[in-house]
C-alpha cells in the first residue's frame, strides 16, 4: 500500500470575531464576513461575481445584506454615517446594507438584538380545480350566495420568472392587466420603490407592458413566477388551464433571493394593499434549510408572525425532499455515528461545488462532528479532528489530502445561537473524485442532533437533499423526515404538500389523488406539525413566460397581441402553495373581515380525507398534514354555511352513471321540476327533470351538475355523460 499523506491547513480564521459582539451575530456569520474581508481585499471585481452573498454593486461601491432584530432606540442614522443604508420594517426588523469596505463598523453599531447574513433563497390545473372543489366555488355552487374569483383580493407572488404580457394576467375580457405593480429588484434602471433605494417598479399598465418581463438573473430567464401565479390566479383564455381566483389582482417581485430583499418584498407587497384598502395573500415557492433555525425562530418567521397580525395570509412550498433521505437523526449516550454522505453527480452541473451538512442539537447538549475518508475498499485514508460546538468559534477552511487528491471542507459553529440558544455546526465538504467515500461522523454524550445533507452549488443556488447511507459495518442510514424548508417551518405560515389530483373517469371510477412521492414530510425537529395542509401539485397545467429560456414541453399554446403563450405542466410543491394560496383569496373575497389566522384555521379544519390520507390525527399528519384542502367546505364554513350541503333525510341517487340516454333520479319519479344543467367549463343552461327524468342523448360527453329546488331546499347531483 502506498504511503499515506494527510495535512491539515487552515486557510483562515475569523479576524474580526474580536471586533464585533458575538451576542447578536453567530460565528457561522463571522467566518463568511471574514471571507468577505479576504476577498474584497484581494479582488473586489471577482467578488461580486460569487453568488454566495447578497452583494450589491453601486455608486462604485460594494455593499453587503444582512437582516436584523433591533432594538428600541435603534436609529438608521448610525449606519447611514459610514455610507450605509437601513430599512426597518415591521416589528424593528431591518434590512441593512453596509459598505464591505467598512464592516469591521458593525462593532459600532448600537441597539441590534441580532443580526446575520442576508441568507441567499431558492424557488421550495385542469383536474386540480376540480379535486379542490374551485371550480364549484366559481360557479356558486353548494347553496353559495354568488360565485367566487378572489376579485378585490391581491395575491403577492415573490419568484423569478414573471412575464407581464401574459393573456393569462388579464381580465375574463382580455382588456386589462390584472397586475397591479411588479417590482424587479435586479434591475437598475430605475425608478425604485418609494422609500426603497434599489431595482425598479412597475406600476402601470403600459410599463409593464412595454416591459414584458423581468430581466434575467441568477435563474436566466426563468419561468417558475409565470407558472406559479397561474396557478393562483390566472385566466384560462380559451384553454382548460384556469386558475384557483382568476378575479384577483397580483403583485410581483422578482427578489434578490436573500433574505432581506424577500423581506422588503414582503413590506412593499403589504403597503400596496394599504393603499388600495384590499386584502393580501402572499405566495412563495420556495425555501432554503440553510437559512434561520428551522424551528419557527427566524427572522423571516418573526416577520410572517408580525405580517399575520396585520392580517396577511402567507403559504409556502413545504418542499420537494420527500423521497431523499437527507436526514439523519439519533440521540447520543456517550456513543457516536457514522454515515455516507452522498454527493450529486459532479457532471450533472457544471455549478457543483459540494455538500453542506447542517445539524442543530438540544440547548446545553454540545456535539461533535467529523470527517473520515475511505477508498473503495473501505480502508480509512485520511481524516479530520472532531470539531465540538463547545470550542469551534472561528471559521475553519481546511483540507485532508490523500496522494494527489485534496478533500476541501470548512466548519463554521456556534454553542449557543442568537436564535435560539440551540448548538449548531455547519459543515461543507468538497470531494469531487469518485474513488472516495467521505463518512460523516458525530459524537455526543447525551442529546439528540438533527442534520441535513443539501447539495451546495458555486453560484448557491443548490437546494435538495442528498441522501445519508450507510457505508460499512457501525455505520447508519438516513431518513426523508423532519424535511420542511425556511421559511415553511414558520408557525403562522400556512405550509403546503403536494398530491397527485382525483379524477372521475369517464367510466365513473375515481383514480389518482395520492401523495407526491417528492413531497416533503414533517414534523419540525422541535416536533411541531408541519406540513399543514396538502393540495394537487403533479403535472400541474399553467402558464408558461414567453420570456423564457428554460426547456419544457408545451401542452397548449395560443395567440395573443400577435405573440405565443405556452402552457405546460409541472411538478412540485411549488405548484400546490399557490393552490391554496388561491383559495385563501377566494374566502376573503367571501368575508373579508376575516383575520389571516382565521383563514388558516378554516382551511386546516375543513380539509378533507379520504381513502388515500386515512384518517388523521387532530394535531395533523407528517405528510398529509390536516388533509386535502377543500374550497367548498372552507367557503361554506367562512360564511357560516355549515359543512353540509344538504338535508341528510333525503337522499336519492341518479342512474345509469355514466349515462348514454336517459338518466333517472330515484325517488323523484312521479315528480316533474325545472332544472339548471351547469358543465365544468361554468356553461349552463335550464332543462326540466320530468318525472323524475332528463333526457341525455344530446349531451356532450362529459361531466355535469343538476341543480333544482325541491320541498324548498336547493339540490345538486353529479352525473357523467358518454
Partial sequence: MKAILYLTFLIF???????????????????????????????PTKLLKNNKY??????????????????????????????????????????????????????????????????????????ALIDTHADSVHLGLGNLPQGYDGENILIGVTDWGFDYSSPVFYDSLLQETRILAAWDQYKLSGPSPDNF??????????????????????????????????????SSVGTAY????????????????????????????YQKSIEEGKRLVINMSWGLYHIGSLDGNSVLSTAISAYTDLGVVFVNS??????????????????????????????????????????????????????????????????SPYYSTETTNTYIDTFLINETDTIWYNISADEAHPLNGRPQMRLRVKCTSSAYRVMFKSTANSGTVNNWNVTELTNDVGNWGMPFSAYGTGSMSGDNENGISEPSCADDVISVAAYASGWVTPTGVTTGGAMASFSSQGPRYDGVMKPDIAAPGVAIGAAISSYTDASFSAVESIEFNARTYHFAKLSGTSMASPMVAGIAALLLQAKPELSATDVKQILLSTAREDNKTGVLPVEGDPKWGHGKVDAMAALREALDLGLNQGNEDFCFKVYPNPVSNILYLDELDNISLKAILKDFSGRSRRIKIINGRIDCADFSAGMYLIEFKHNGQTRQLTFIKH
Fill in 13 to 43: 480564521t475569523c479576524s474580526i470575531s474580536t471586533s464585533i459582539a458575538q451576542d447578536f451575530i453567530s460565528s457561522t456569520d463571522l467566518h463568511d464576513l471574514s471571507g468577505l474581508q479576504q476577498q474584497f481585499i484581494k479582488d
Fill in 242 to 269: 384556469k386558475g384557483i381566483a382568476p378575479g384577483a389582482q397580483f403583485l410581483f417581485v422578482t427578489f434578490l433571493v436573500d433574505e432581506g430583499a424577500v423581506l422588503d418584498a414582503w413590506e412593499w407587497m
Fill in 54 to 127: 447578497a452583494l450589491l454593486d453601486e455608486d462604485n461601491k460594494v455593499y453587503l445584506g444582512l437582516v436584523a432584530k433591533t432594538k428600541n432606540g435603534f436609529s438608521p442614522k448610525q449606519i447611514e454615517s459610514f455610507g450605509g443604508r437601513a430599512h426597518v420594517t415591521i416589528n424593528g426588523l431591518a434590512h441593512l446594507r453596509l459598505p464591505i469596505s467598512e464592516i469591521n463598523k458593525l462593532k459600532e453599531l448600537e441597539n441590534i438584538e441580532f443580526a446575520s447574513l442576508s441568507r441567499k433563497l431558492k424557488p421550495c390545473l385542469d383536474k
Fill in 197 to 234: 433605494n434599489y431595482g425598479t417598479e412597475f406600476d402601470t399598465p403600459s410599463e409593464l407592458m412595454a416591459t414584458g418581463s423581468d430581466t434575467a438573473n441568477i435563474y436566466s430567464y426563468s419561468t417558475h413566477g409565470t407558472h406559479v401565479a397561474s396557478i393562483a390566479g390566472g
Fill in 318 to 383: 413545504g418542499g420537494n425532499n420527500g423521497n431523499v433521505n437527507f436526514h439523519l437523526k439519533h440521540t447520543f449516550e456517550s456513543d457516536t455515528i457514522a454515515s455516507r454522505i452522498q454527493f450529486y453527480d459532479y457532471s450533472a452541473n457544471t455549478n457543483m461545488w459540494g455538500q453542506s451538512i447542517h445539524s442543530w442539537g438540544e440547548v446545553g447538549q454540545d456535539f461533535s462532528n467529523a470527517l473520515e475518508i475511505k477508498n473503495t475498499s473501505g480502508q480509512v485514508v485520511a481524516q
